[in-house]
């Protein structure tokens, strides 16, 4: 972490869990036009498709709904993104909102990643029904975390900073009996 | 767990949704306008269906839109889910009073 | 070994021996042998005691259905799992299992006094004797009778064990693991299906290990079923499941399985659970449970050494195990001959078979066998009684004539008695799914009809009798799940030979109970204790629907679900009756199949796992420093912070006065927090909050009030307008997420013409609330880019800067009544920021307080909560605020609920402060209001009390209550009913500190 005041969550790291560095991160909500500015300003994308999320270098765009999208790119760019959006977006209608705070993110990774989300996410994670590029909000246990497989045996999950503990230690618990 | 398709994700787990109650009980335009009696009725006044009943969903921890289903309550099957403001669709038969 | 073990053959591993101990005494045994085989193979019958009457009694069967052989088996004082089924465990090295329900041995039990007694302890003997006086029941009646009842004793110790849980999908669950199971899981999974299959039992196979002659394609059926695990085993979209019990259909195809991991393990590994829960939600079910032998009704058929016939086939030919040495066969029907055949070619003499039926009324290849090889085989036989003490030791035989009349036969000693009346599909799990079921008269059983959800029944379980017919019955259900996922199938053929049983059988009771009156006393369901006497006695005292016999009775109850008590019950009822079995109907069958533990039910959600233990920034500050927390919700918020020995009330009263004459520190994170954009953000709160938002400026807050339709008090919270489009709204901490979802529901709902969308960010911001006199000075050394100065930073004004170089939003607000401040950094900050704050504040005498302090503070200044001064059926007119109404809205949410009569009417409860007439006695919340002292019962209830606390700035207890037409009461004396007597108090104006608020304008 470059700035030492800024103290995430803390996420341990373990040969199947990869904590994300800090992001920049918006809520945008806004009709498909004011989609198409955003997408035009990023350089990404934003899916009309439900549950679908497209990247472009550090920058993605993950379709939570029909009128909102999570877009994610890298902490120092935080300034160039918003100026891009409020730019190219101007009157359009819509809402931007700077939730780089609200949620911090990790990789569950490695042969044993779709297993261990489904210790507690009851979404089917076979790679036929959730596919690479498939995101979405949903449930793991008591938590909401919002889930996007980045590679066939990759999934990131971004989840509210005070539940990230939670979500990561029971996926801990459940990889206990992998160790042996 | 049921299983309910949502109009805009498809069919997703239980514990993503929330239930929103009976469906197509629309805010008066001018509740200013409403007898005491019509906004105790909109309030309060329920139908409790034994059978196909319209019922709100949010797909809260999923999308976060509000639809409506069509449910039968004695066998917790779905007839149908559709979006907020259209109309139900026919469904064969029913017990909806 | 004993004589009673065969030299050769089973599924035992005759190279492996282990030893385990069962009540204390060391017994040898193989590995693949279960506890009942095992304690068999020693010529241990005897494996417990009744639940009622403490009879003696053995093991009636094999696998799940065994209703007697219930032990418990100690691994360590944590970890003493009782009620377990004999039958259905594992055998480790090791193992320690002890019978229960028996005091002081198994073989000399006191408790069995209550058998001596029966004829007193009929069906409802307790709802009928211990119904007076009221009383006694809790403290008289209640204690011996759950001590003398129930089974093994749960362990006290938490348990250690760990619980692990997994959702899985897939297109075809097969559930059962024996012929049919298997066709239908080669044959799904041969289509490219995703398969599941599971079956409860640690080897798949299911009545298939317990075969001596038949083949499957040219196979013995044991090599089959070992080809075929492996086949599956092989496919990289097949999950085979073993130890794993269906417990419970759920709707929508979720099934519940239960996997044992661990319990089999002498030794396991720390790192594997001890069980797992699945729930399983699969596009299309087969289930392929099998059948249950049923017992037959006869005096005594609850003796150690009467089983089921299938039971004894199974541990001779699966565990090696002859269960005696010289045995009685009662027929009801055609598959006992197997089981004779069996035993006799492993040397058990058979002494009789007493066939009930008529000769030559039903020859199936069994019974041709069994003659055959000479048996002596008694038609028109049947059993009157079994005599015997700790064990079967002979039966009376008796002749059914024609006419059904039975006469006195034979004595013929024996030390087993292998019964069959044919068997009853397990349609347990169709049952639970809500499919329908039929009464099937040639099988003389419920076989599946309709099925509710996307679920076949295959084989046995559907009455599909054969061991040719079961395989072919999978393989069609396989390949119907299979073609229903999309997946097209070959239905494979299989080519079978086995000494395949007529369907027929015998529910409920043999010729000569009928003939009797009163029916002579024979166990329907053993673990209930149930008798053929008492569902007489039912019969008489007016219970005729089965649903009422079962309950008053309780037969079938419990973990029973009618295994092997249900038909029995069922026909002997009918036949009392003189109605068919299908008019008496059916009970319905309840989850969970067998019994599941909590632990497995809990999985990972126990300790600090139970729920998201939400943390505010300052959480690890606090730890270091001793704060208490309590729980919010899921968040842990800070309560005190002692100093030195301080109790709670010291150091709350030291954190009061430090914010009232200092500056004081509070971590006001988990405050809900949602962003409102949109151009017509304003609109859409001032329709939806009963404040005027139109008016107020860009960099100015307001406290809201939401009300729901109703009129009543929902929410509150500070909202400020960061620009003209985009407000922060701040909710009650535990109404973050209604209140969203509420404004969700009327943007997406009702309000369409809108433009308007919000943003859930409670935890982008980390808040620190630094509140009194010398707030200011604080910040001041820390800001950058705002001017603090009262004119340029009003009461509830906002601002934008840096603070510590981090990016400040400053709302200048209090909850506390002094000058205050609400400083908020994004969340990552926070715990840097709070520090900051902290040594910042030093020179100034900070102090750190907690929720509890913010409450006092509050109180003082009639501050309500909502939730707590409120409860759901306040206005804020009730509640005080009607000031913060938007009197020229035309419609807002609750408007209209307000002009109800009743929300206007008189004598409504108002919030007002109380003072005790005692400054030093605090009033309880919640403790109710009285009019007048020393008045006689009954008397009006007139208000509660919201909120009492002790002041340390007033020196005197404060508190604010609801009273009927409070406000119109002030200087009234009423009275505090309390257990002790009447608190006398003064009905006062809720705002006790500062009531002109000169504090926080400075």
Known sequence: MSDPNRRPPRIDARDWLEPLPAATRFSFRGSPEAAAAASRALGVELSQVACRANAVGERAALWLGPDEQLLIGAESDAGAMREGLVAALGDTPHSLVDISHRQVAFAVKGAHAEWLLQSGCPLDLDIGQFPVGMCTRTVFLKSEIVLWRTAPDTFRLEVWRSFADYVASLLAEAAIELSA | ?97 | ?1002
Not at chain 3, 67 to 75: D, E, F, G, K, M
Not at chain 3, 165 to 174: G, K, S, T, Y
Not at chain 3, 213 to 236: E, F, H, K, N, Y
Not at chain 3, 647 to 658: K, P, S, W
Request: contains cysteine; proline residues 6%; aromatic residues 8%.
């Open chain 2, 1 to 97: 767990m049921l299983i309910i398709d949502c109009p805009y994700c498809g069919p997703r787990p239980e514990p993503e949704f929330t239930h929103g109650g009976e469906a197509h009980i629309a805010r008066p335009a001018d509740p200013s306008q409403a007898t005491d009696q019509q906004w105790l009725e909109f309030l309060y006044l329920r139908k409790n269906t034994r059978g196909v009943f319209a019922e709100r969903w949010r797909h809260a921890r999923g999308c976060g839109r509000f639809f409506n289903a069509l449910r039968d309550t004695t066998t917790d099957q779905f007839l149908a889910t559709y979006r907020a403001g259209q109309k139900p669709p026919a469904v064969p038969v029913g017990g909806e009073r």
């Open chain 3, 1 to 1002: 070994m004993s004589s009673l073990r065969t030299p050769a053959g089973g599924r035992i591993d005759r190279a492996d021996s282990l030893s385990f101990t069962f009540d204390g005494r060391r017994y040898q045994a193989f590995v693949g042998d279960t506890l009942a085989s095992a304690l068999l193979a020693n010529g241990v019958h005897l494996m417990g005691r009744s639940f009622k009457y403490h009879r003696p009694r053995g093991v009636l069967g094999a696998g799940a259905e065994e209703p007697n052989a219930l032990v418990t088996v100690t691994r360590d004082d944590a970890r003493r799992t009782p009620n377990l089924r004999a039958t259905q465990v594992e055998l480790y090295d090791g193992l320690v299992a002890e019978s229960q329900n028996r005091w002081p041995s198994l073989s000399f039990d006191i408790g069995a006094i209550n058998n001596l007694l029966s004829p007193f302890l009929p069906a409802g003997f307790y709802n009928k004797t211990f119904m007076w006086p009221r009383s006694a029941w809790h403290k008289v009646w209640e204690p011996p009778i759950r001590a003398a009842a129930g089974l093994g004793v749960a362990p006290t110790l938490p348990d250690p064990d760990r619980y692990a849980q997994q959702f899985a999908h897939c297109d075809v669950l097969v559930i059962g693991a024996g012929a049919a199971g298997l066709a239908a899981a080669l044959t799904a999974a041969s289509a490219g299906a995703r398969v599941i299959v599971c079956d409860e039992q640690a080897e798949m196979g299911g009545a298939l290990l317990s075969e001596r002659d038949a083949t499957i394609d040219g196979q013995p059926a044991v090599a089959w079923v070992a080809a075929s695990v492996a086949r599956l085993a092989a496919m990289p979209r097949v999950r085979l499941l073993p130890r794993t019990t269906a417990f419970g259909y759920f709707p929508h195809n979720n099934i519940g399985l239960s996997e044992r991991i661990t319990e089999h393990l002498a030794d396991p590994a720390p790192s594997l659970p001890r069980e797992r829960m699945w729930q399983v939600r699969a596009r299309e079910v087969v289930i392929a449970t099998g059948a249950i032998e049923r017992p037959l009704l006869f005096p005594g058929n609850d003796l150690p050494g009467v089983m089921l016939a299938s039971a004894a086939r199974t541990y001779l030919n699966r565990y090696g195990v002859r269960v005696g040495t010289r045995a009685v066969v009662a027929a009801g029907c055609d598959a006992a001959f197997a089981a004779a055949l069996d035993l006799a070619a492993a040397g058990v003499q058979i002494a009789a078979i007493a066939d009930v039926r008529a000769a030559g009324a039903a020859d199936g290849p069994a019974l041709a066998a069994a003659r055959a090889v000479g048996l002596p085989i008694r038609a028109c036989s049947t059993v009157l009684a079994a005599t015997g003490a700790l064990r079967v030791a002979a039966v009376r035989l008796g002749v059914v004539a024609a006419n059904g009349n039975v006469s006195p036969g034979d004595t013929i000693a024996c030390d087993v008695v292998l019964v069959s009346g044919g068997y009853t599909p397990s349609v347990h799990l169709h049952s639970q799914s809500r499919g329908k079921l039929a009464f099937d008269e040639a099988l003389g059983a419920f076989v599946p009809a309709a099925p509710a959800e996307r679920s076949r029944s295959a084989g046995h379980c559907r009455g599909i009798n054969g061991l040719g017919a079961a395989l072919e019955d999978g393989a069609c259900a396989g390949a119907a799940a299979a073609l229903a996922t999309g997946h097209t199938a070959t239905t494979p053929r299989f080519v079978a030979t086995a000494l395949d049983a007529g369907i027929e059988g015998t529910p409920g009771a043999l010729p000569q109970l009928a003939s009797v009156i009163p029916p002579a006393k024979a166990f329907v369901d053993f673990q209930n204790d149930v008798t053929t006497r008492d569902l007489a006695l039912a019969r008489r005292e007016g219970f005729e629907s089965i649903e009422h016999i079962k309950r008053y009775t309780t037969t079938g109850m419990a973990t029973d679900q009618g295994k092997t008590s249900g038909l029995n019950a069922l026909g002997f009822v009918a036949a009392e009756s003189a109605r068919k079995i299908a008019e008496v109907g059916l009970t319905t069958y309840r989850m969970p199949y067998t019994p599941v533990t909590f632990g497995a039910f809990a999985g990972f959600a126990r300790g600090d796992q139970f729920d998201p233990v939400r943390k505010t920034p300052s959480h690890d500050w606090t730890i270091a420093r001793g704060g208490v927390f309590e729980d919010v919700g899921m968040w842990k918020r800070t309560r005190f912070f002692p100093v030195g020995t301080e109790d709670m009330h010291a150091a709350v009263d030291r954190e009061c006065l430090g914010v009232r004459n200092g500056v004081g520190m509070f971590d006001a994170s988990t405050l809900g927090k949602i962003e409102v954009v949109g151009k017509d953000a304003a609109e859409f709160l001032n329709r939806f909050y009963v404040n005027n938002w139109a008016n107020l400026a860009p960099g100015r807050a307001r406290y809201g009030i939401l009300l729901r339709d109703d009129g009543f008090v929902y929410d509150d919270g500070v909202i400020g307008r960061l620009a003209a489009d985009r407000f922060h709204v701040t909710t009650t901490t535990g109404g973050a997420a209604r209140v969203f979802g509420m404004m969700e529901d009327y943007i997406q709902t009702e309000w369409t013409d809108l433009s308007v969308w919000i943003t859930s960010t409670t935890e982008q911001w980390a808040v620190v609330a630094v509140q009194g006199p010398k707030a200011r000075e604080v910040l001041a050394k820390l800001v950058t880019g705002i001017d603090l100065s009262p004119t340029a930073l009003p009461h509830m004004a906002i601002a934008h800067g840096e603070i510590c170089g981090v990016p400040l939003m400053l709302f200048r607000v209090s909850f506390s009544g002094e000058l205050g401040f609400e400083v908020n950094v994004p969340a990552d900050y926070g715990t840097h920021v709070w520090e900051a704050i902290h040594a910042a504040g030093q020179e100034f005498g900070i102090t750190v307080y907690g929720t509890e302090a913010m409450h006092v503070l509050r109180a003082e200044k009639g501050y309500i909560i909502v939730g707590q001064d409120t409860d759901g059926t306040m206005t804020p007119d009730d509640a005080g605020v009607a000031w913060a109404i938007g009197k020229t809205k035309h419609d807002f949410i609750g408007k209209r609920g307000l002009e109800r009569p009743a929300l206007k009417a008189k004598g409504r409860k108002q919030l007002v402060g109380l003072a005790t007439v005692d400054p030093q006695v605090v009033l309880e919340e919640g403790a109710q209001l009285v009019a007048t002292a020393n008045r006689p019962a009954p008397y009006p209830m007139i208000g509660y009390v919201t909120s009492a606390y002790h002041s340390a700035a007033l020196g005197r207890s404060i508190a604010l209550a609801a009273i009927a037409d409070g406000r119109a009461r002030m200087g009234e004396t009423l009275y505090v009913a309390m257990p002790g007597g009447d608190i006398p108090v003064k009905v006062v104006s809720p705002v006790f500190y500062d009531p002109e608020g000169a504090r926080i304008n400075v």
